[in-house]
Structures are given as C-alpha cells and as structure tokens.
Nanobody
Framework: QVQLVESGGGSVQAGGSLRLSCAAS????????MGWFRQAPGKEREFVAR????????LYADSVKGRFTMSRDNAKNTVYLQMNSLKPEDTAVYYC???????????WGQGTQVTVSS
C-alpha cells in the first residue's frame, strides 16, 4: 500500500512558476513509476508527466514539454513537478500517481489546486 500526499499548489499569474511535491509512504517507493496528471473543470483527467524508478527517464505531455520538469528523490520518497512559464490553460487539480511498470497507476493522491490567472 502506498499513500500519496501532494502539496505546493496555489494561485499564480501567467508566466509564473510553482513547484508541486508528492510525498509517498512505503518502503518500496523507489520501485514505482510515478506520474502527474491534471483535471480541469469540465474536462477529463489528462496525463502530464511521468518518471521511472531511478529518475533517469521522463516523459511529458506535448502541452507542458519544455516548461515542466519532473524529478524524484528516492531518499525522501518524494517526487516533484517544477512548473515554469505557467499559462491559464494549466489551471487544474494536479494529482500524483504511483504504480508498478507492469500494473499501471494503482495509487493516487488527493490532488492540489493550481490556478493561473491572465
């Protein structure tokens, strides 16, 4: 069982930056693929980024590529999402997720709100 707790959300003007954190419980954190997803009002949840167990491989949605950076610190059981050059269309609830490579994302956090004003 893995529990995930996101933090770092808030309100920012367009062009600004935020850094989201996701703290995980459990001794097997380093074996999990970690992902960030987001859901805007009235829209389906969408993939934002993911990182492999070592942090050596990342993947980003085209909409955030070049602006967002995902990283992880396995010693702290934490993943991060550095968000730069934020746009109003980045406004959403951001969720952290964890899963084993062969089983998909099984664990989800409660989400943190990000609001970007123009």
């Amino acid at each position: 069982q893995v529990q995930l707790v996101e933090s770092g959300g808030g309100s920012v003007q367009a062009g600004g930056s935020l850094r989201l954190s996701c703290a995980a419980s459990g001794r097997t954190f380093s074996t999990y693929v970690m992902g960030w997803f987001r859901q805007a009002p009235g829209k389906e949840r969408e993939f934002v980024a993911r990182i492999n167990w070592s942090g050596g491989s990342t993947l980003y949605a085209d909409s955030v590529k070049g602006r967002f950076t995902m990283s992880r610190d396995n010693a702290k059981n934490t993943v991060y999402l550095q968000m730069n050059s934020l746009k109003p269309e980045d406004t959403a609830v951001y969720y952290c997720a964890a899963g084993l490579p062969t089983r998909g994302y099984e664990y989800w956090g409660q989400g943190t709100q990000v609001t970007v004003s123009s």
